[in-house]
């Protein structure tokens, strides 16, 4: 329940409140005056859409979120400092949404009656606080994103899951990685220090947990099995919650502090940590995880190194690094090869996604597929399986879509979920059912794949057990660069064979021959060679499928680095057999291009290859 009351220690939260740095010392102690505080539990509604705005709320600390009505997801997040309701109060206009608090929250109130008297007795108040807040407005115009990406957390919640004990070596490198950054990590023990023979819940011990998520990039509650009530009051303090877990997913019902941790967090604040000896390219049971903890996102980590740790901070610290693979043909090749030029300079990459035969080349990096492996791969699914060679009596495609399917399933593991993968991994479809982009992030790997790679004409669509029907993603979203941007913040890789430019064809359409001349020329081979130098129908059918698509607008945030790798002289786009040819020539040209970017100081470069370290956030 709110606890509405006066507001105490005026000094300091006009020292920390940057709205009020406007006011002088006497107009800011009346201002405090004609407020009063009131303090919100998690869950609870500071104001609800439709309501009159009778009243400005400050939030002192805590986090409160603003949805609509019917919404699920928030329109925005409000943390210490912020402004709620400011609009609708000086317009006065109805509340256009519901403030919700996500965290323990206390806020200044001030209420109209309150305003009026200020402005009526001091006039120099009213005019302060209203330039203060068209500076503040100003400000926050500047600084809304042109990319939608998604919210990082400042506090996050590390606690166990399941009823296998978490090795120590887990939370021993946790601790030591995290001590090398700016970073605060806060355990039962630190407070009891600070705090000692106070209750958790004390004002004070609140108070400073939140003065430390104001100042710290990112706060690290550690739960303890010992202390239950401290992992609670860890949990409702967090923005996001993850959960550790050991071994298989256990059959009995949750744990009281799972139960917990899902009530407060919904699903989208909720991330699992399976925990692992050895690395693989693959594990097992991470489905039976999911189900038992929905979660945003699950990563994999094993204890043989400092490696899966770092990529976990980077995630939770919002550095966490992208790989993006455009659709391609034959050309997305290259993906091998400036992935190879990359992992030579040290570059983890944390998650990928992919189009296409983008997905293709993503699946295989997100199961820890080494370039040259990958290559090899490919070398089996598009050429000694003659994939694409296959005609078949076109009643639902030109192609016979078996030998690709068994191909992927032999390369991928006819078993293998994406879920089980050792990097998470997203694939690109578009969905004919709904007519929207599909972004596929569960189930089997290769049939991701199959689906995102599903040539309109050329491959039958690929029918889910609920009955969409998905083809190549390219259709919607050939560099799906947005779709990874909802899904973590940090630097991204993006590769991508969109043409820069107008080009042009040297074709006289009058010699273009008619079916029987083709045919006559297709049996002969000198007859062949004088065949005009027109791009063939798979050609001009990726073209199109892609033409309507704006490769100068690609939504690249200031950490993102585009490359478009050039292709071979010659090389069509159906020209599968000369993947070695398109392989080394991006792993060479990548190498060079990373030295010249490095050498001028390229920031989104810096971003990418500077990433693992760690010891600022």
């Known amino acids: 329940m709110s606890k509405p009351g006066p507001v105490f220690a005026w000094g300091r939260l006009s020292e920390d409140l940057a709205l009020f740095k406007a006011l002088t010392p006497e107009q800011r102690f009346k201002t405090f005056d004609a407020m009063i505080r009131q303090d919100l539990v998690r869950g609870e509604m500071l104001v609800a859409q439709g309501d009159p705005a009778d009243s400005l709320y400050i939030v002192l600390h805590g986090a409160l979120a603003v949805r609509r009505t019917g919404d699920s997801l928030p329109i925005a997040e409000l943390r210490a400092g912020e402004l709620v309701g400011e609009i609708g109060f000086f317009a006065n206009l109805a509340r256009t949404a519901n403030v919700i608090a996500i965290r323990d929250t206390s806020v200044l109130v001030l209420t109209r009656t309150a305003y009026q008297s ?7 108040i009213a005019e302060a606080l209203l330039a203060a807040l068209a500076l503040r407005f100003a400000k926050r115009t500047e600084q809304i994103p042109t990319t939608r990406t998604s919210p990082m957390a400042r506090t996050v919640a590390l606690i166990d899951g399941g009823f296998e004990p978490i090795p120590v070596a887990f939370y021993r490198r946790m601790r030591e990685i995290l001590a090398r950054t700016n970073a605060q990590i806060v355990d039962p023990a630190r407070v009891s220090s600070m705090f000692p023979g106070r209750e958790l819940d004390a004002p004070e011990v609140t108070d400073w947990l939140n003065k ?7 706060v690290i509650y550690l739960g303890s099995g010992e202390v239950p009530a401290w992992t609670r009051k860890a949990i409702r303090q967090a923005d996001m919650v993850v959960l550790a877990c050991r071994g298989d997913a256990p059959a009995e019902s949750l744990t009281d502090i799972e139960t917990f941790a899902c009530q407060v967090h919904p699903v989208s604040a909720r991330r699992i940590v399976r925990i692992h000896d050895r690395r693989s390219g693959e594990v097992s049971g991470t489905t039976a995880w999911l189900a038992r903890l929905p979660c945003f996102m699950h990563h994999h980590v094993a204890l043989e190194d400092q490696l899966d740790i770092d990529s976990l901070i980077r995630f939770l610290s919002g550095r966490a690094i992208g790989f993006v693979a455009a659709g391609g043909g034959s050309f997305g090749f290259a993906h091998a090869g400036i992935y190879k030029a990359f992992r030579e300079r040290g570059v983890m990459f944390d998650i990928f996604v992919g189009t296409s035969v983008g997905s293709a ?16 791969g490919a070398h089996e699914i598009f050429v000694k399986s003659r994939s694409f060679r296959r005609p078949t009596w076109p009643r639902y495609a030109l192609l016979d879509h078996k030998a690709f399917d068994r191909a992927l399933a032999e390369q991928y593991g006819a078993e293998c979920r994406i879920e089980d993968c050792w990097r ?3 694939a690109v479809a578009t969905n004919l059912s709904t007519h929207c982009l599909e972004l596929i992030q569960s189930g089997l790997l290769w049939q991701a794949v199959r689906a995102s790679s599903a040539i309109p004409g050329l491959l039958p669509p690929f029918y889910t057990r609920d009955g ?4 190549d993603g390219c259709l919607i979203d050939n560099v799906p660069l947005d779709p990874m941007h909802q899904l973590k913040s940090g630097p991204n890789l993006v590769v991508h064979f969109g043409e820069p430019e107008v080009e ?6 009058a010699a273009l021959p008619g079916r029987l001349e083709l045919a006559a020329a297709m049996l002969v081979p000198f007859r062949k060679k004088l065949l005009p130098a027109a791009p063939n129908a798979v050609n001009v059918l990726w073209r199109s499928l892609v033409a309507h698509q704006r490769y100068d607008t690609i939504p690249a945030a200031p950490t993102d680095h585009v490359m478009r790798p050039p292709i071979p002289a010659g090389v ?13 020539s991006a792993y060479l040209w990548a190498r060079q291009r990373i030295t010249v970017l490095e050498a001028e100081g390229n920031s989104a470069i810096a971003a990418i290859l500077g990433s693992g370290a760690l010891t600022r956030l």
Do not use: W
């Open 572 to 584: 069509g786009v159906t020209e599968f057999e000369r993947h070695t040819e398109i392989f080394d």
């Open 361 to 376: 080349m993503a699946a295989g990096f997100a199961k820890n597929f080494e370039a040259d492996r990958l290559e090899r």
């Open 212 to 218: 430390l998520e104001q100042v710290s990039p990112l």
């Open 468 to 471: 969409a029907m998905l083809v």
């Open 118 to 124: 200020l402005a009526e007795n001091t006039p120099a």
């Open 504 to 509: 042009t064809f040297d074709v006289d359409y």
């Open 424 to 426: 998470p991994f997203a």
